[in-house]
């Protein structure tokens, strides 16, 4: 009740504001009132998720993107692909023997860049799993909105980082506003026609020096539209991004004393290629824990490198983890 009442308050823009302004006071974070607080939250969550397997985990079904956002590292990548339909099914049977009911089929890429895609909410939606996924939207068409709510998609969340049209396109650089906002009226219109709630259509806006100044205009088209509207703070790509995010963003805030990361106890990621990654800001797969292919949901998430990694954090020891070293993205452990 708790975590459900933090994240209603956290989807308002005063919300946002707020919890932000908190989070990012060091005299707050860094108080031994609050730091005791928070220790004592982490360490009983730790214990707790230690006992388990991943709270969901993200598969990338594939790496195809069609956009060059100017906060985002894809244009770096070498290996590009798309996940095996066989491979897809085996992961989706191992989250089922392990009762992991929550998986997002996305993460470095375009889901609709996926031909399978329809295919693969139908696996897992009658594996009774509850299925998301992130998209920029702009390849969702009539045809594609249908599929995805025959399918029984339960949400999608979609990139979305201006206002205006000329904002937009200058960050989501090979997209076009008017027809990305098209595609998400579309999708709600379809949904209202055929009289279905699924999917939950969210929207997700990065705060940047580029739209900071249009987050109240934002909010105030698309509240009452969708579902949800979600602001987030700009971090690093553990540093493959040399692009500051706004002065307010926390990540970029160096005062604030760091803490374990959460992704690693709570999320596993897998790529299109079955190699299980340490978080969703490995894109390149500077840390892989094994790879699903030939090995099991269990024998990595229970393994001894991730063990290690995890110790290290624990103990404050970035520097023993080249990807965490150079990582400025801060948990909210609140939130577990």
Same mark, same amino acid.
């Given at each position: &009740? ?5 994240? $209603? !308050? ?6 946002? @504001? /707020?919890?932000?302004?908190? =989070? %990012? ?57 798309? &996940? ?5 099914? $085996? !992961? ?6 392990? @009762? /992991?009911?929550?998986?997002? =089929? %996305? ?79 579309? =999708? ?149």
């Amino acid at each position: &009740m708790i975590k459900k009442t933090l994240r $209603k !308050i956290r989807s308002t823009r005063i919300g946002y @504001n /707020i919890g932000r302004k908190i =989070l %990012s006071t060091p005299l707050i974070v860094n108080s031994s009132v609050y730091d005791k607080s928070y220790n004592k939250k982490i360490r009983k969550t730790i214990n707790k998720l230690e006992k388990e397997y991943p709270t969901g985990v993200d598969i990338g079904t594939t790496n195809l993107c069609n956009a060059a956002c100017i906060m985002c590292p894809h244009s770096k990548l070498k290996k590009m692909g798309t &996940m095996d339909m066989n491979l897809y099914k $085996k !992961i989706i049977d191992n989250c089922a023997k392990l @009762n /992991i009911k929550t998986i997002t =089929l %996305s993460f470095f890429g375009e889901p609709f860049l996926d031909k399978t895609i329809i295919e693969k909410i139908k696996y897992a939606k009658e594996k009774g799993m509850n299925v998301g996924f992130y998209s920029n939207a702009s390849l969702l068409n009539e045809e594609l909105s249908k599929g995805i709510i025959n399918a029984r998609l339960d949400s999608i969340t979609i990139s979305f980082d201006g206002a205006t049209k000329e904002t937009y396109e200058k960050i989501r650089k090979n997209l076009k506003f008017e027809i990305t906002k098209k595609n998400v009226l579309g =999708l709600i219109n379809t949904k209202k026609k055929l009289n279905k709630k699924n999917p939950k259509v969210n929207l997700v806006l990065v705060e940047l020096e580029e739209n900071k100044r249009e987050i109240k205009q934002f909010y105030k088209y698309w509240k009452g539209k969708v579902d949800g509207i979600n602001i987030i703070n700009m971090r690093n790509w553990a540093n493959e991004i040399q692009k500051e995010g706004t002065k307010e963003s926390f990540h970029f805030n160096k005062k604030i004393s760091r803490k374990p990361c959460a992704l690693i106890w709570s999320k596993m990621v897998v790529d299109w290629n079955g190699d299980v990654v340490l978080c969703c800001d490995d894109w390149n797969h500077s840390t892989v824990l094994g790879n699903l292919k030939n090995q099991t949901i269990e024998e990595i998430w229970k393994g001894e490198k991730l063990r290690k990694i995890r110790e290290a954090h624990i103990k404050g020891e970035f520097y023993k983890v080249p990807l965490c070293s150079c990582c400025n993205k801060k948990s909210v452990w609140w939130w577990y």
